[in-house]
């Protein structure tokens, strides 16, 4: 590149910085949206199930139903609602003042040497809060029942110890899986949802005939489009790194610079997607709602971020595949709770380089066939 073209380069990147200064809505899409998505994504989407409400009817008055029951309030997981009848257990199950029941039958005590039972209610309509509250359950009762066998001497199971341990996320809190995943999804918003004002944004004010009437090529239009929203993009990557690690408390484990590799790698993708949205829509309004449609709702929904990839049907998940976001997702998860994986982090970074390719390349071409 000769000194004049770069000059011209830098010429059009500041035209380009300034129009980003004076756009309010640029700042509030770069600084102010991703740190409340990160918020609200973060702290209102929860996948932990603790002190789940689970109604308790004894039936039975006597000694071991009182500690089967004593067991249950016991159980940090649970929150137990005393009921007095069947009745008023039907009532606040359809209600959903609880998730489930437990039921100890009048005979309990009786029976329960010889291997008596307990009968357990849930709400199927949230299938996974279900699973919750027998999994809890399951375990106050295993509990129980090796407690009353120890108080026998004669213990109803041999007595076996599980010591549990999380890799990479020791404290098993789903903060540190979807924080990462929100900052792939923000990335995504700032670089498609930006970019695709850009060129529209000539078309509309008119200033894309006199940048047609100056000798700008066709490589400077599109890299002084693109470099300054990609200085915004890490930006707001930074501030989203900064809000994650010291506002929310999600540790980081893997090098800055590579973060900024991934990152970079991605924002081609969707500054990309971008560019070629606005280039072709010569619309704001219609290439905001196209970048939404094809870079956010995917991101959301087909990333790995909330929806684990390898229980979504199979024409979907060969679809992810072209997916920038499912790529990044992965990154930052990685990067975040277990630093460097070298195997899955050069996969990553080679399909991110294989789809900006592909972007950044038919907008080259998309510019070719409008502006010449």
């Not at 010591?163 to 918003?189: H, K």
């Not at 940048?211 to 300054?228: D, H, M, Q």
């Not at 590799?261 to 619309?283: E, I, P």
């Not at 072209?322 to 990553?348: C, D, E, H, K, M």
């Amino acid at each position: 590149m000769s000194g004049l073209k770069l000059r011209r380069l830098l010429a059009l990147c500041r035209k380009e910085s300034y129009q980003i200064v004076r756009d309010p809505s640029s700042i509030l899409i770069a600084f102010i949206l991703p740190v409340a998505l990160l918020f609200i994504l973060g702290y209102a989407v929860n996948l932990d199930s603790a002190h789940i409400r689970l109604g308790l009817l004894n039936q039975d008055g006597g000694a071991v139903a009182a500690r089967l029951a004593a067991t249950f309030r016991a159980t940090p997981s649970l929150e137990i609602h005393p009921l007095v009848s069947r009745a008023q257990l039907e009532e606040q199950l359809a209600h959903g003042k609880i998730r489930g029941a437990v039921v100890i039958p009048n005979d309990f005590s009786r029976r329960a040497p010889s291997g008596g039972g307990i009968q357990l209610l849930t709400d199927g309509a949230e299938p996974n809060t279900a699973n919750f509250v027998a999994a809890y359950v399951l375990g106050a009762w295993q509990q129980w029942r090796q407690q009353e066998g120890q108080n026998r001497a004669q213990p109803q199971d041999p007595i076996i110890d599980i010591r549990q341990r999380f890799w990479f996320n020791p404290s098993a809190e789903s903060p540190n899986f979807l924080v990462p995943g929100t900052i792939a999804l923000v990335m995504t918003i700032v670089g498609a949802l930006l970019s695709s004002l850009v060129v529209a944004r000539e078309w509309e004010r008119g200033t894309m005939e006199a940048l047609l009437a100056t000798p700008v090529s066709r490589a400077e239009l599109i890299l002084s489009k693109v470099l300054p929203y990609y200085v915004l993009g890490i930006a707001a990557m930074l501030l989203c790194l900064l809000v994650a690690v010291f506002v929310m408390g999600v540790p980081f484990r893997g090098p800055l610079w590579l973060l900024w590799l991934m990152s970079s790698l991605f924002l081609a993708n969707a500054l990309g997607m971008g560019l070629f949205l606005s280039t072709v829509l010569k619309s704001q309004f219609d290439a905001a709602q196209a970048a939404l449609t094809a870079g956010y709702l995917p991101a959301l929904m087909l990333s790995g971020f909330v929806f684990e990839i390898s229980s979504m049907p199979a024409p979907l998940q060969w679809l992810t595949r072209i997916l920038p976001a499912r790529y990044f997702a992965s990154t930052l998860q990685t990067l975040f709770q277990a630093g460097v994986i070298p195997s899955l982090l050069w996969f990553n970074a080679a399909s991110l380089m294989v789809l900006g390719a592909f972007w950044l390349g038919q907008t080259v071409r998309k510019t070719r066939r409008t502006l010449d």
